[in-house]
């Protein structure tokens, strides 16, 4: 019987050599074993090629079998979050047609999308000097540029789950330009990989090692609730200004500057997104297990819309927001560099970028730098732990997705249906107060003209209606963007911890074995330890700006919405002191 | 070439012998005249049988004729509003779908329904005291039935204009039964006989003849906007109370029976729906240029509901405020006994009824009883007041169309779309709630808690934006539905006053010709200058009941609104205090 596989979501091929699926539909398999995470067998039209091999689950006696990147079998391939039971909050959504029809597009829980996206920015943001000024922010072409972000309900077609984009990161074409010239592309579709690229693995092993400056100390302290960053003694904030339009080339190309003053320094240094670009592949770079806020993303048209800059502004708020929140990224050099570099000192500015990419505690060696309380942490509760925001997450992500399309649809009527639905009774008020011209009478103008004004107030609501989503609903959408990118930031930061434990149980039973000495298996042992208190602190650190935050978005929604349900109530109040004098 | 026409309108046979037809269908005819205002013929799916004459038209020529009704022509088929000019006021239409596809269905302005509706009430009202006691109301059957009053939005079923309705008179069902057997039935289909049926011509011609006694004297006076009713010294009010279920033949059938007490006797009255029924009857009989309000109609099915209970007895409240606000209407000796004969008293009732029923000042002799100011009226300036009132209904019950189809599906639109939304938006809070519950630390509880009251909170907005149109919308249905009635009256009396000023004419011309004698025309002059103040001073007691009914409705609407609205700030202001312990 052939090895057959049924495929979870589209996908659709865009080089040599790949074949498209669509969701439910069944391949044949020419092999079992994936090759960096593609498989190769015949789709139901006959096309042999590659695809995905995160996009199919592989059949087995005509039963269901678990996530075929299960066949390259290591301790991580259980994870994919498939542990989580899923029968109590995946049944809301099985109504909303939206949200299930395309979990590739929407949720950040897909391997393949998250990983390379945030592999391909590293790739694509190293360099030298010479392409510093080049246009590959905001004269970029079409094909280099992601999907937008946010809420998009302006362009909603009405047409299905396409019609919305609720992802901060698109599940391909982000990056398929690069694909192509990235080999590290397909093996990242390797979940084992994101231990290994990241130093982990060779953390763990004791492979890492570096000279720690005391200024690169990075502590973890036991706080009310668990390990935690260190606070950051000295907090600052950065005001993000609106940006400029600026121009180089004698005007033949142009791009938006963003001024940025950050309160300890309170010095203005212009940025160009691209800075802001090269400033996040730095990050994602050095920090193994701390969630690097993704940047909002680039747009290809309109690019210098007023809608759009405000929203790319808003999203840059929000991003500049959490970092300086983050008591390791807010401290760490190179975001200081790009706080307060002086934006005309082309020198300084260089000589700090260079630095900033000859870092040496970059991935395993950023492990070096963390020192943790003197107790040990329990590995059988640090992993409950981890399981348990493991679900979190999901869970998160899954609501996350139904707020923000729900929102997104609200806003969307909001706009249309509810907007048209006031005015055509304002209309319909109008009409009768024209008719009611026709009687001439004295006794009959008051009331005409308090019909009128009725009518020109049900007017003014529909607009109130219209323009209300962008004072309380886009902010919202805002604020979930930025939390679908931590959301899908997180099971990469738990694969290297369970990496680190998976060779912490590895280590153990060698030594039963007798494959391993005691004091290799303890340094081992004594490594992890210091990957779960980071870890277990970037935990931490997400609930409480994650409770913040959203305690913050939501008192704004509802004193937002309580203003415009008041500014309705005012203008029908207005309306109806016009029949006192009819 | 066989005689064709096309079906205007769908008809359902009900009856034996009755054929249905679809809009649009062509029926072959038996023959182009109609028989009591109905055709034989057979349908395209060569079934044979009877269907309304006005619910085709007859194809001469393959072109399109006019109604087949206009056969029987004479000097007022050109009326029904023909010469009003129909640019200005139509054209709003063109893009209501919903309006315009259902003229007669919706308008009250076709010459059938309303004329035909109004006859047979008249028609099947008269009778012995034998059927006094007879269940041709509360236990009719469905046949006899006629369509819903006003707003129907509950029943829409976005099929189109059988969806709502919004006419107080449908143009079937309201006398099909009785059609057949009513000989009536298609004269009224002739404008002209309004005014002969009325006593208008007989009366005009000097045939009508009476005593009319101290009491019966109504007056019209001169009053600040010209010809007006004297004011009723005595006003009163009704109050209708809710209406009780009472059963007879032990049980078998069952009739509502509302309490009336007026306001000036204190004295309450059972009444039952078939008593309103023929007071009406008598009053339409009676008075040939008043405006009787129409009775809100029968209802086939669940009657006994409480929805329809509550509906009708809202109906029969408007019509007792207009029947009590009409000086003419609220002193006639008929309402009278309606409204202070005991219950109890069986012989008095019978007595009263029997001498109402007897009543020889009814229609041509109406006219005896009215007194006018001596100055008699320039029979120019009548004219063109006319006009203009008769441009004024048509353009008044065009928008009291809009508003009403407009009122009716927004909502509709409150009921279903309004409350999802809010009620998704709720739901997609708590949902999201629930996710940040799995986070068990102690800071994240109080954001939890608000967030799921913030989601109940849009739930309960949302049954809000459900229960609210019972509270401000229907009440506009309400009165929509009672001037539509007021609107599909006046056609025919305009008819009334229009042929006395034709007559007048007529003599002028054959006082020319040496055919009449001075002392005849000035007679005629003279009766039609008392119709013409009759006329006109009903036309200002409408104005000025438009303009006291619309404001206080108006005002009510927007009262309900702003309370709506300061209900949902409220509930929103709540949510906003859970935050605060958050």
Redesign the interface.
């Known amino acids: 019987m052939a090895l057959r596989a049924r495929a979870l979501y589209d996908f659709n091929s865009e080089n040599p050599g790949e074949i498209s699926v669509k969701e439910n539909e069944i391949v044949t398999l020419q092999c079992e074993q994936d090759i960096d995470g593609w498989l190769e067998g015949a789709n139901s039209r006959g096309e042999r090629g590659l695809f995905p091999a995160s996009y199919v689950e592989i059949l087995k006696n005509d039963s269901v079998s678990s996530n075929n990147n299960s066949a390259s079998g290591d301790g991580f391939q259980t994870s994919s979050y498939s542990n989580v039971p899923s029968g109590g909050?995946d049944a809301?959504y099985t109504t909303q047609d939206n949200v299930t029809k395309a979990p590739n597009v929407t949720s950040n829980f897909t391997t393949f999308p998250v990983t390379a996206q945030q592999q391909l920015s590293y790739q694509t943001s190293q360099g030298s000097d010479d392409d510093w000024d080049d246009d590959w922010d905001d004269s970029s072409t079409v094909a280099d540029e992601p999907g937008v972000v946010g809420g998009s309900y302006r362009d909603y077609d009405g047409n299905g789950p396409s019609g919305y984009r609720v992802s901060t990161s698109m599940p391909r074409g982000g990056g398929s330009q690069q694909a192509k010239s990235s080999a590290t592309v397909s093996r990242n579709l390797n979940r084992f990989s994101t231990f290994v690229k990241s130093g982990g693995e060779a953390f763990v092993l004791g492979e890492a090692s570096g000279f720690v400056k005391d200024g690169d100390k990075i502590c973890v302290v036991m706080g009310q609730?668990g390990p935690e960053w260190q606070e950051n003694p000295y907090p600052f904030s950065c005001y993000i200004d609106d940006p400029t339009k600026q121009t180089k080339f004698k005007g033949m190309k142009s791009y938006m500057s963003y001024k940025l003053t950050p309160s300890h320094t309170q010095s203005q240094v212009n940025r160009r997104y691209k800075h802001f670009d090269w400033l996040y592949a730095r990050l994602v770079e050095k920090f193994p297990v701390i969630s690097v806020p993704r940047l909002p993303e680039k747009q290809a048209t309109g690019r210098f819309e007023e809608d759009f800059i405000s929203k790319r502004r808003k999203g840059l708020i929000w991003w500049m927001n959490h970092m300086t929140s983050h008591p390791v990224l807010a401290r760490c050099d190179v975001f200081q560099h790009f706080l307060t570099c002086c934006s005309t000192d082309e020198k300084a500015w260089k000589q700090g970028k260079r630095k900033a990419e000859k870092d040496d505690m970059v991935g395993a060696n950023f492990f070096l730098t963390i020192s943790t309380p003197a107790a040990p942490l329990d590995l059988q509760d640090v992993e409950s732990k981890i399981d348990?925001f493991k679900?979190?997450t999901k869970?998160?992500d899954?609501?996350?997705l139904?707020?923000n399309?729900?929102?997104n649809?609200?806003a969307r009527?909001q706009i249309t249906?509810?907007k048209k639905?006031y005015q055509?009774?304002g209309?319909?008020?109008r009409?009768?107060s024209?008719?009611?011209e026709?009687?001439q009478?004295?006794?009959?103008a008051g009331?005409n003209h308090?019909?009128a004004y009725?009518g020109e107030a049900y007017d003014a609501i529909g607009d109130y209606f219209a323009e209300q989503p962008r004072q309380d609903l886009d902010p919202i959408m805002d604020l979930l963007a930025l939390y679908q990118g931590h959301l899908g930031n997180y099971p990469d930061i738990i694969h290297v911890q369970k990496g680190a434990l998976t060779k912490v149980k590895e280590s153990q039973k060698h030594v039963e074995e007798g494959k391993m000495d005691g004091p290799q298996a303890e340094g081992i042992n004594e490594r992890c330890n210091i990957i779960s208190f980071a870890t277990l602190a970037e935990i931490q650190h997400f609930?409480?700006i994650?409770?913040r935050d959203?305690?913050a978005q939501?008192?704004h929604y509802?004193?937002e919405?309580?203003g415009f349900?008041?500014k309705?109530?005012a203008k029908?109040?207005e309306?109806?002191q016009k029949?006192d004098n009819?």
């Open positions: 909050y809301p609730y348990a679900a979190f869970r998160m899954d609501s996350v139904q707020v399309a729900t929102v649809e609200f009527k249906g509810f639905e055509k009774v209309q319909s008020f009409v009768l024209q008719a009611f026709l009687d009478q004295a006794y009959s009331l308090a019909i009725t609930h409480q994650r409770v959203f305690k939501m008192q509802l004193l919405q309580i349900f008041q309705i109530t029908l109040e309306a109806l029949y009819a």
